[in-house]
């Protein structure tokens, strides 16, 4: 219990009025819209479990405060928003404090030059829409109920909205975040160098539900509102064949901002009572089967016909279901567009053309339309359904091409024994998509409500995921999922609870969600031995390594690295593998190593041609693995050509978070799925799937680590059908200001080029002092398409056009120079290109602006020359040591967490 000791400081922190004990207080923060809450207070009207006091701090500074005084005292916190979440993440497990973010409700700046809004935690969705719309611009992010929602509790979550297939998830628009510590610290998960060696910290905060900290200060990619939104709808006999079309747009490389596919029930219940709905409805003879069974009049639907419709359908479950599956009853495809008039046309046309060589049948834009103007109303038959004794769950699970038809069919068969499971699919992306199931129960008693849900709900996750689907998506897991998790991230408990003992190793933030609460422990090394003695790793050595002696293993399988780490830990030798250069040295030359090859690990697991993925195992080179996808028609997209030498794991432990291009991505993105070691040999593996929008993605523990933290063996990228059309366009120009600006603009009219070098060369030479050079790639509408925009945009300028041709980009450079390279904002990339093109000095380094988005683009300094070398004044910026960065600390305490032995060396 909090005592009045206690209360007075916490008022001292946040002002008078601002920490409240009252009951309805406490109670109204311990809910939020979790359907197994909402069944349980027909039971009882008292909440499972209610903080001890709620405090509602005004900026960032009282946050730290509180959160400080909170783990001095060992008060557990949970943090809250608005109480719009649907897994039970705000519940107060073990009591304490709640920690209301609504006061912190600034929209702190909106950086035009860089398209970036920085925002605190507690701003609402609606209010910043409103604010960008007044200045042209969107978030691009529409989950449900967006005037409910607070950002942080977005970020907190890992939502995911109804635009993600043009605008990306949220997680995909947060470019940085100030993440608040129980200790009353601040911390910064923005463009971390790659030399560091860290994880991608956004990744590891995203998702955590406050479970290692606050989110208090977000910066959040900001997109221009389109000029147009298009809409049209289709109607399918075969749902299997709506997730065809879907697929097929999508790996067309077209981009709706919306794509939504309904069954037959969802159809039908989505739509009841709706005029524009109408004309469709008539085109499906269940209608009349409908109506015979149920003995009611139905001519002239209305929404007052809707739930004692529904209510009788509740329940006969098993007849009904039955009924669907064998009657001819259609599910409707709808599809949006947005930006210029003629390229949405142009979208809409091609769309069409693939919709219904899919069978497909255009119902015109009204059913769309329709959808798209209640999209953010609650469902019109939730309440009666609640209010009747029944529960309206929705579970969100993503899956490949390959498996969502059987995550569909089996999930919805196996719990529709005793409710109802109309679903839809939406989220699309290249390689999947997201399948909504409503489970729709009506029981006697409150009590056998609970008992219904209790038994619905998990076997339908269960089955979902035995068939290849997340535990979740976009809604994230709190209580409701917790038990689920580790079958999305085997081994992930290890790995999560290494974070929480570095940022909060108290267990006060949030208690009891995300994962269960007990986890392995590091096997030590006195665990291990049997018999003593050390064992000399010549015997698992191959015999050209036994001949050179070399402490340089090549293992088969991966199984050998897990008794190669153990005879490294008994016989006192650090472990090299995976640090991303293989001529890299230990920071310590007298430290005994044992480096680990995994050269003749280069096999292709899997190549799924549907889902357009491919696993591999780690030791195959970058350059094979295109060789290999070319041969199949695809294509990884981009790859830094300096790095194709590399192996898989090699690339991947060492890439940086913003190495990729506008049209195919970061390489980071692209890795959707990832297997390792721990150095105590415990295995970690994340299943491929098209979004990770569930939880803190624990890949990132390994990629970009440079193999500190774990050895991955085999990973699953995104890939690409190999584009129809190639073209390029180069420039000379005198100003690389106004090249960077034109680019700049190029992006935001929503053009994708496969990559963008911007050169400013070093003083001295004959030829023009900046090139710029741009290369498209896809179909050849869409590579047409964007050279006349890149055309309109840079020819004005009057740069002077320059011969090139269209490059693969296959080989690796023929010699390779010293460099430093950052990923900055655009207003500093400005300035710096505008700083070097003035900069006539022997000194001055060959410029390489590389790695283009809208928010900012990477800048090399390449040293060609021994005269090269960065400015003295640039040395914080691009050759920082990361020694004195606050998360070195907490990656300190990750390491010793899954590496407690310190077997993996540093470099």
């Known amino acids: 219990m909090v005592d009045a000791g206690l209360l007075g400081r916490l008022e001292k922190i946040v002002g008078e009025g601002h920490v409240m004990t009252g009951y309805n207080d406490r109670a109204g923060h311990a809910v939020d819209?979790?359907?197994?809450?909402?069944?349980?207070?027909?039971?009882?009207?008292?909440?499972?479990?209610?903080?001890?006091?709620?405090?509602?701090?005004?900026d960032v500074n009282a946050v730290t405060k509180l959160l400080s005084l909170a783990n001095e005292s060992f008060i557990p916190v949970v943090p809250f928003g608005m109480g719009t979440g649907v897994c039970g993440g705000v519940m107060?497990?073990?009591?304490?404090?709640?920690?209301?973010?609504?006061?912190?409700?600034?929209?702190?700046?909106?950086?035009?030059?860089?398209?970036?809004?920085?925002?605190?935690?507690?701003?609402?969705?609606?209010?910043?829409?409103?604010?960008?719309?007044?200045?042209?611009?969107?978030?691009?992010?529409?989950?449900?109920?967006?005037?409910?929602?607070?950002?942080?509790?977005?970020a907190s979550s890992r939502v995911s909205g109804w635009f993600s297939s043009a605008y990306g998830a949220f997680e995909d628009m947060v470019v940085g975040m100030d993440i608040a510590l129980p200790d009353g610290g601040v911390i910064s998960t923005e463009n971390i160098p790659r030399e560091f060696g860290y994880p991608d910290f956004r990744q590891v905060f995203l998702g955590a539900e406050g479970m290692l900290g606050v989110i208090v200060r977000l910066r959040l990619k900001i997109s221009r509102i389109p000029k147009v939104r298009r809409f049209r709808a289709y109607r399918f006999m075969d749902l299997d064949m709506g997730l065809e079309a879907m697929r097929r747009i999508m790996q067309q490389g077209m981009n709706p901002f919306v794509m939504r596919l309904m069954d037959p029930f969802e159809t039908l219940v989505s739509y009841f009572g709706s005029g524009g709905v109408a004309p469709f409805l008539e085109q499906v003879k269940f209608f009349e089967t409908v109506r015979r069974l149920l003995k009611l009049d139905l001519e002239g639907v209305s929404?007052?016909?809707?739930?004692?419709?529904?209510?009788?359908?509740?329940?006969?479950?098993?007849?009904?279901?039955?009924?669907?599956?064998?009657?001819?009853?259609?599910?409707?495809?709808?599809?949006?567009?947005?930006?210029?008039?003629?390229?949405?046309?142009?979208?809409?046309?091609?769309?069409?053309?693939?919709?219904?060589?899919?069978?497909?049948?255009?119902?015109?834009?009204?059913?769309?339309?329709?959808?798209?103007?209640?999209?953010?109303?609650?469902?019109?038959?939730?309440?009666?359904?609640?209010?009747?004794?029944?529960?309206v769950e929705t579970l969100a699970v993503a899956g490949l091409w390959r498996d969502l038809s059987s995550i569909y069919h089996k999930a919805r068969a196996l719990g529709g024994v005793r409710i109802l499971i109309p679903a839809f699919f939406s989220n699309a992306s290249q390689e999947g998509a997201v399948c909504h199931f409503r489970l729709l129960g009506m029981a006697k008693s409150a009590q056998s409500a609970l008992d219904l849900y209790d038994w619905a709900v998990p076997r339908v996750i269960k089955q979902a995921m035995a068939e290849g689907s997340t535990v979740s998506?976009?809604?994230?897991?709190?209580?409701?999922?917790?038990?689920?998790?580790?079958?999305?991230?085997?081994?992930?408990?290890?790995?999560?609870?290494?974070?929480?003992?570095?940022?909060?190793?108290?267990?006060?933030?949030?208690?009891?969600?995300?994962?269960?609460?007990?986890?392995?422990v590091a096997a030590s090394k006195q665990d291990e031995i049997v018999g003593g003695g050390n064992i000399s790793?010549?015997?698992?050595?191959?015999?050209?390594?036994?001949?050179?002696?070399?402490?340089?293993?090549?293992p088969e399988v991966p199984e050998e690295i897990v008794e190669l780490l153990q005879i490294a830990?008994?016989?006192?030798?650090?472990?090299?593998?995976?640090?991303?250069?293989?001529?890299?040295?230990?920071?310590n030359s007298d430290v005994k190593t044992l480096t680990i090859r995994l050269d003749q690990m280069d096999r292709v697991i899997h190549m799924d041609p549907v889902s357009c993925t491919v696993t591999v195992q780690s030791g195959m080179s970058m350059i094979y693995l295109e060789n290999f996808l070319r041969e199949k028609g695809f294509t990884l997209g981009y790859a830094p050509r300096a790095r194709l030498s590399l192996s898989v794991g090699e690339y991947?432990?060492?890439?940086?978070?913003?190495?990729?291009?506008?049209?195919?991505?970061?390489?980071?993105?692209?890795?959707?799925?990832?297997?390792?070691?721990?150095?105590?040999?415990?295995?970690?593996?994340?299943?491929?799937?098209?979004?990770?929008?569930?939880?803190?993605?624990?890949?990132?523990?390994?990629?970009?680590?440079?193999?500190?933290?774990?050895?991955?063996?085999?990973?699953?990228?995104?890939?690409?059908?190999?584009?129809?059309?190639?073209?390029?366009?180069?420039?000379?120009?005198?100003?690389?200001?106004?090249?960077?600006?034109?680019?700049?603009?190029?992006?935001?009219?929503?053009?994708?080029?496969?990559?963008?070098?911007?050169?400013?060369?070093?003083?001295?030479?004959?030829?023009?002092?900046?090139?710029?050079?741009?290369?498209?790639?896809?179909?050849?509408?869409?590579?047409?398409?964007?050279m006349s925009v890149i055309r309109e945009k840079i020819e004005p300028l009057g740069m002077t056009p320059e011969n090139i041709r269209a490059e693969e980009r296959l080989t690796p450079p023929p010699k390779l120079y010293p460099s430093v390279e950052r990923f900055l904002p655009m207003d500093q990339v400005m300035s710096l290109v505008q700083r070097f093109s003035q900069d006539e000095s022997p000194q001055c380094p060959e410029v390489h602006v590389t790695h283009f988005s809208s928010q900012g683009a990477t800048v090399r300094l390449l040293l060609r020359d021994r005269a090269h070398q960065v400015p003295e004044d640039l040395a914080s910026v691009f050759e920082a040591d990361g020694t004195d960065e606050p998360l070195a600390k907490a990656f300190s305490v990750i390491k010793a967490g899954m590496d407690p032995e310190d077997l993996l060396l540093e470099f």
């Not at 006192?572 to 890299?584: F, H, N, P």
Request: hydrophobic share 40%.
């Open 92 to 154: 107060a497990a073990e009591g304490g404090l709640s920690l209301d973010l609504s006061r912190l409700d600034k929209i702190v700046k909106i950086d035009e030059l860089s398209m970036v809004v920085t925002v605190e935690a507690g701003v609402k969705g609606s209010v910043l829409e409103s604010a960008l719309a007044a200045r042209g611009y969107t978030l691009g992010h529409c989950p449900m109920w967006i005037g409910d929602g607070t950002v942080g509790g977005w």
């Open 652 to 786: 991947l432990a060492s890439v940086a978070p913003h190495e990729g291009s506008p049209r195919y991505g970061t390489v980071r993105d692209n890795c959707i799925g990832l297997s390792a070691f721990l150095a105590d040999g415990h295995q970690f593996s994340v299943r491929p799937a098209p979004g990770r929008s569930a939880g803190p993605n624990l890949m990132h523990a390994f990629i970009g680590t440079r193999g500190r933290l774990g050895i991955i063996t085999a990973a699953c990228f995104r890939v690409f059908p190999w584009p129809a059309v190639s073209d390029a366009v180069a420039f000379g120009c005198s100003e690389p200001k106004l090249a960077v600006a034109a680019i700049r603009e190029i992006l935001l009219q929503g053009i994708k080029p496969a990559w963008v070098l911007v050169v400013l060369r070093a003083p001295g030479g004959s030829r023009s002092r900046s090139r710029v050079v741009i290369q498209m790639e896809g179909s050849r509408r869409y590579v047409s398409h964007g």
């Open 33 to 58: 819209q979790w359907a197994r809450l909402r069944i349980a207070q027909n039971l009882s009207s008292a909440p499972e479990a209610i903080p001890d006091v709620v405090v509602r701090p005004k």
């Open 569 to 587: 830990r008994r016989s006192d030798l650090k472990v090299v593998c995976q640090t991303g250069e293989r001529a890299s040295k230990p920071k």
């Open 303 to 391: 929404d007052s016909l809707l739930w004692p419709t529904l209510k009788r359908l509740l329940e006969h479950p098993f007849l009904v279901r039955h009924l669907l599956d064998h009657a001819p009853m259609a599910s409707m495809l709808f599809v949006g567009f947005e930006g210029d008039e003629q390229a949405t046309k142009d979208d809409l046309d091609e769309s069409k053309d693939l919709i219904t060589r899919a069978t497909g049948v255009p119902l015109g834009p009204e059913p769309a339309e329709h959808w798209f103007k209640r999209r953010n109303q609650p469902l019109s038959y939730d309440k009666p359904i609640f209010d009747s004794g029944g529960f």
């Open 473 to 520: 998506y976009g809604s994230g897991i709190g209580l409701a999922k917790r038990d689920f998790i580790e079958d999305d991230y085997r081994g992930g408990g290890r790995l999560f609870w290494a974070l929480r003992q570095a940022f909060d190793p108290q267990l006060l933030m949030n208690p009891q969600k995300l994962y269960p609460t007990t986890v392995p």
């Open 537 to 554: 790793p010549v015997l698992t050595m191959t015999w050209d390594h036994r001949l050179l002696e070399q402490s340089v293993v090549t």
